[in-house]
């Protein structure tokens, strides 16, 4: 049955999951056909949303143009701060091998 399908993400997802019945084929089905509707409406709602930018405003050199730019936003709503000092947390990671140096260049150890 595989090889019948079009080269794609179902039939990957198909080769690297052995499922045992029909019913397990049909619920893997059902959530693939569940993403790509969720795909096309996301793409549907994104393209709702650009204006097509006029040829004249595209022929303007980069700083002519007006750019918007929203001010960044803090990725989380409350941050701790830090008891210790950055170069003691990392100092700390070395040593308890969470993190780890990467080689320089051209150095081989």
């Known amino acids: 049955m595989i090889a019948a399908l079009k080269p794609g993400a179902f039939a990957d997802s198909l080769c690297k999951k ?3 019945n029909k019913d397990e084929l049909r619920h ?11 795909f096309e409406y996301r793409d549907k ?3 709702d949303q650009k204006k097509p ?3 004249k405003e ?8 007006d750019f918007k730019r929203q001010p960044r936003q803090p990725n989380f709503a409350m941050y ?3 008891t210790e000092s950055r170069a003691r947390i990392l100092e700390e990671a070395f040593n308890a091998k969470i993190l780890v140096l990467p080689l ?3 150095s081989h150890s």
């Open 53 to 55: 930018e006029s040829n």
């Open 18 to 20: 052995r499922l045992a």
């Open 104 to 106: 320089l260049a051209g």
């Open 28 to 38: 893997h089905i059902a959530k693939y056909i569940q993403m790509e509707e969720l």
């Open 58 to 65: 595209k022929l303007k050199p980069m700083k002519e143009r």
């Open 80 to 82: 701790i701060s830090l």
């Open 45 to 47: 709602v994104k393209g």
